[in-house]
């Protein structure tokens, strides 16, 4: 109760007024008002959001301490300031314009700004602030509440996601590999990279469109087994090499990388991968396994042309000796004329291996391509018959370092093989030209040195070839043609003698669209080389005194005898430590040193430098029909030297004999 009493004295006399009220209603109401302040005074305390109350003269009348805090302002001291202060002076028309619309607006509530606004701390530090308004009526006065947050970090968080992500999208247009997101299924793609549209020839869109794209442009063949390895990615990654088969119809080699992307409880919510096309690295492996191939054929074939042609020089020998013998009876001349036929056409057959096997003895010159051509083209002629034209083209001069006979050999074997492309007649085109390599070419070749070069083009019009046979064109001893009418080597005669000149083969060809063999060979930096004829020598007897090296028996006794024939004195040794000895125990002097070239323990380049320390004025011949890797190197290197080609016959050997005795002293003849 409310009492209040006043003392009074009236007529009747003195008494005293006592008036009480009932003020429970009242009393409850300000305890009601009380526990209210009190709670709104520890969610003031208690926000984390700042919170600031202005009247209508933008002036502070109630902050709470997460406002102080994120202004910067130490406690009490922002009430009575102008709402200014807190706001940057480059956004204060602006916020006093959008603080006014707001009231006119009616409204009670609106998000500041399109969300983010910027306020000023007490420091003069500018920085980032989400906020909201609302407006109330106290007292017949208009408040405006502001709740705000400070969002620094987040937006510089914000910032780095986006920098990382701008990044990840650079690299991801940057590489030539797809990288790609799916669900754990693969039933929706969540990302892929441009790269796919590049690779597989279809939109990243129709990707997201549809996953199944994915599985139906896999290659028919493959898709089984990519199926079971998608299935059952979920529970680990998967490494797998597949065809897919782009619209256009061409078909390229994927190898494709997945693995399992899982959240912080370990399970697994994203398939990851990355897909990089390697069409062209499984064409450069299946190009090496089929140079490993030609190399290990190339080194059997050499070996079995070394001991073949030593069994040709006696065959062909002794044929020739048996035909010079007179009186023999027209029978016997018949079988030694078949024997040195047959003897003639196998030493051609070891010619061709070892072109093949790049271990075949040549010497280069500096030639035009041109005039190579120039010099075949009549016999070229004859080869090819009436039905098929031939024609020439030069574009300017293209010097190369060739030996003449190996490529006389070539244009005849790629003649051949065009004629019997064109059974019904056609036409034979070959070109020269000096060509730059330009980056598609060396895509394709990528052991090609950059630069320019000679290239001997040979084309016809015949019936072409299937991608399947291009890639078998130069293995030895593959042909199309029909029995007995090819050894299959040649072409792989020219695949070797084009290596061996350090050049390469290209090879354009479809069914019904002719084929055309690109020959690329390194330009010569030397001057044409003019070749002057050589006298045949008139006198092929002698009476010098020659030491022959040959670890062959036969052929050892064969030479010797051929030689002591025609009047040399010839001492004979089966290898080099044995020829040594010979030599040393020689009285005499000795003129020439006939060796083979490689014989075992010591080769015989190495035995020359031996002799000639003993004797410096003798002169070397090397007798050879195969030559290895390092040998080349050794002559290549400049090494003067006379070389006689196996299989021989007597009359090769005695005139080559004769030409290097008679050549001046420190020449090579």
């Not at 709470?64 to 028309?93: C, H, K, M, W, Y």
């Not at 007649?425 to 070069?453: K, S």
């Not at 028996?553 to 044995?578: K, N």
């Not at 007798?623 to 021989?648: I, N, T, V």
């Amino acid at each position: 109760m409310e009492v209040s009493s006043l003392g009074f004295v009236d007529a009747e006399g003195a008494a005293i007024q006592v008036i009480m009220r009932d003020v429970t209603a009242h009393r409850r109401a300000e305890r009601a008002a009380e526990a209210g302040e009190e709670r709104l005074a520890a969610v003031l305390e208690a926000a984390l959001d700042g919170i600031v109350t202005v009247d209508e003269d933008m002036r502070v009348v109630l902050v709470n301490p997460s406002a102080e805090r994120i202004f910067g302002a130490e406690p009490g001291t922002l009430n009575g300031r102008l709402l200014d202060e807190l706001v940057p002076r480059p956004f204060r028309q602006h916020h006093a314009n959008s603080v006014r619309a707001f009231g006119a607006s009616g409204e009670t509530h609106r998000r500041m700004g399109a969300g983010i606004v910027y306020g000023r701390r007490i420091n003069g530090e500018i920085f980032p602030v989400e906020a909201s308004i609302s407006r109330l009526e106290v007292g017949g006065k208009r408040l405006y509440t502001a709740i705000c947050r400070d969002v620094s970090e987040r937006e510089r968080t914000l910032a780095r996601l986006e920098e990382e992500r701008a990044r990840f999208r650079q690299l991801a247009e940057a590489i030539r590999e797809v990288f790609w997101l799916s669900d754990v299924d693969k039933s929706e793609i969540i990302y892929v990279s441009p790269a796919y549209e590049a690779i597989w020839g279809r939109s990243c869109d129709s990707l997201y469109a549809s996953a199944r794209n994915w599985m139906e442009a896999i290659h028919r063949e493959d898709r089984e087994r990519v199926a079971r390895a998608a299935q059952a990615q979920a529970e680990g990654s998967y490494d797998l090499v597949y065809r897919i088969l782009r619209p256009d119809g061409a078909v390229r080699w994927i190898h494709d990388r997945a693995f399992p992307v899982c959240d912080a409880d370990g399970r697994v919510v994203r398939i990851a991968g990355v897909a990089e096309d390697v069409t062209d690295q499984r064409r450069f492996e299946e190009q090496l396994r089929q140079t490993q191939k030609m190399e290990s054929v190339g080194r059997l074939a050499g070996g079995v042309a070394h001991d073949f042609n030593n069994l040709l020089t006696v065959i062909v020998s002794a044929a020739e000796l048996l035909a010079a013998e007179e009186g023999q009876p027209a029978a016997t001349v018949e079988l030694v004329q078949d024997i040195l036929d047959a003897g003639r056409r196998g030493a051609a057959l070891t010619r061709q291996l070892l072109a093949f096997s790049r271990q075949e003895v040549v010497e280069p010159r500096v030639m035009d391509l041109a005039d190579v051509v120039g010099d075949a083209e009549k016999l070229l002629r004859r080869l090819i018959g009436e039905d098929v034209a031939l024609e020439t083209h030069h574009a300017g001069s293209c010097p190369v370092r060739i030996d003449p006979g190996q490529w006389s050999q070539v244009l005849m074997n790629l003649a051949v093989n065009a004629r019997d492309a064109m059974p019904h007649g056609g036409t034979l085109t070959i070109a020269t030209r000096v060509e730059r390599t330009d980056r598609a070419f060396l895509r394709t070749h990528p052991n090609v040195v950059p630069g320019r070069y000679a290239v001997l083009s040979v084309a016809d019009t015949g019936s072409g070839m299937t991608p399947e046979t291009c890639a078998r064109v130069f293995e030895p001893f593959f042909t199309t043609k029909g029995e007995r009418k090819g050894t299959g080597l040649g072409l792989a005669v020219v695949h070797g003698v084009v290596q061996q000149a350090g050049g390469l083969v290209d090879v354009t060809s479809a069914p019904g669209e002719g084929t055309r063999f690109d020959l690329y060979l390194p330009l010569a930096a030397d001057p044409v080389e003019l070749r002057v004829p050589t006298a045949e020598p008139t006198n092929v007897h002698g009476h010098e005194t020659v030491l022959l090296v040959e670890d062959e028996p036969v052929v050892r006794r064969m030479t010797a005898r051929i030689l002591r024939r025609s009047g040399y004195v010839v001492l004979t040794a089966a290898d080099a430590a044995e020829a040594l000895r010979v030599l040393d125990a020689h009285d005499g002097e000795i003129q020439l040193l006939l060796t083979d070239v490689v014989m075992p323990h010591l080769a015989g380049p190495a035995l020359a430098r031996a002799v000639r320390e003993r004797n410096d004025t003798v002169k070397v011949l090397y007798a050879s029909g195969y030559m290895d890797e390092d040998l080349r190197d050794r002559f290549g290197r400049g090494e003067r030297a006379a070389f006689l080609q196996k299989p021989y016959s007597p009359a090769v050997l005695l005139r080559r004999v004769r030409e290097v005795l008679d050549a001046p002293p420190g020449g090579s003849a």
